[in-house]
């Protein structure tokens, strides 16, 4: 609910990217579902890259992205 993601949050999507040369990019869509128990309020979409931490990073602090909001209303 917070703007701050981490591998704690609900996750709604997964995608596989192959390994990526600094400073690349790769644009992906990914599908999703909110879980039903999802309590109704404001979330904020995410995204986390080597979220399993994987990959050797001279900065592990810049993996995670929070992106637009997200109005759960109810079940």
């Known amino acids: 609910m917070d703007a701050n993601i981490t591998t704690a949050d609900t996750r709604i999507g997964i995608y596989t990217v192959?390994?990526?040369?600094?400073?690349?990019?790769q644009t992906v869509t990914v599908s999703g579902a909110i879980p039903a128990s999802l309590a109704a309020g404001t979330y904020y979409l995410g995204a986390i890259a080597d979220a399993l931490s994987m990959v050797p990073e001279s900065n592990e602090t810049n993996n995670a992205l929070a992106g637009n909001t997200l109005l759960?209303?109810?079940p």
């Open 72 to 74: 759960v209303s109810g």
């Open 18 to 25: 192959p390994a990526l040369s600094g400073n690349a990019s």
